[in-house]
């Protein structure tokens, strides 16, 4: 079965800590695609980034980068120097793969994980 | 440049009432879907269009209708409100139904309370 599990549920960091955010998944796919999403306070949802399955080298934008792990099904985010315009929650998703009537275009996210810095 | 456009953002319903969330891009994407998100939940697929005059249903369909007639437009509608809808939705648009070439562009949400 597909899934995406965030395992933490709320962090809490003072300003300028590095935070580390988990992603497992599971599919049955071998091609298969995943993100993260960010989704401040005022609601909306942002895409920061897509990585597909047979492209494993981590990726750094800025303060945040990605650790892509196959053989641990993981795609960890982390954000360095914290800041407090980094709260909200972050959800991971993974491309589904035509579970629901054959499309892929559909999304399976993860429960998300909130993220709190205190300046 | 307004890309997904929900509407309304907010919206009060009794039990019952029917009403049409409506959702628009001006992207020309054939790809669009609708998610609902509740807390601690995540976001899960409603219904889901790859093209007009196609739709279909995603992980939790009941109780939602979808049409999608031209392009542009994927409205979402409540047949009879019941309070287990009250919830955030999402809409969202993708240049085609083949995942992975590009992110989804989310819509910023309708916050829709049934009383």
């Known amino acids: 079965a597909q899934k995406v599990t965030q395992a933490q549920t709320e962090i809490s960091v003072v300003e300028k800590e590095d935070v580390t955010l988990d992603c497992v998944y599971e599919?049955?796919?071998?091609?298969?695609?995943l993100f993260w999403y960010k989704q401040p306070p005022s609601g909306e949802l942002v895409f920061l980034i897509r990585?597909?399955?047979?492209?494993?080298q981590n990726e750094i934008s800025g303060r945040y980068s990605w650790n892509f792990q196959k053989s641990t099904s993981s795609f960890n985010f982390t954000i360095t120097a914290s800041q407090v315009v980094d709260s909200a929650v972050y959800f991971c998703?993974?491309?589904?793969?035509?579970?629901?009537?054959?499309?892929?275009?559909?999304?399976?996210f993860g429960k998300g994980t909130k993220l709190s810095v205190k300046p | 440049n307004a890309g997904v456009t929900q509407t309304p953002k907010f919206q009060v319903l009794k039990t019952g009432q029917s009403m049409t969330l409506q959702c628009a891009q001006d992207m020309n994407h054939e790809y669009m879907s609708w998610y609902r998100q509740d807390p601690g939940m995540g976001l899960r697929l409603i219904h889901y269009?790859?093209?007009?005059?196609?739709?279909d249903q995603g992980e939790v369909p009941n109780g939602y209708n979808v049409s999608r007639s031209t392009t542009e437009d994927f409205p979402l509608r409540l047949l009879s409100a019941a309070p287990s809808q009250t919830s955030v939705y999402f809409c969202a648009s993708s240049p085609s139904g083949f995942v992975g070439n590009q992110p989804q562009h989310f819509g910023d949400g309708t916050r829709l309370s049934i009383l």
């Open positions: 599919t049955r796919d071998t091609t298969y695609y």
């Open positions: 269009s790859v093209g007009a005059g196609i739709t």
């Open positions: 998703a993974l491309s589904d793969p035509g579970g629901y009537g054959g499309s892929q275009g559909n999304l399976i």
């Open positions: 990585r597909n399955s047979f492209d494993e």
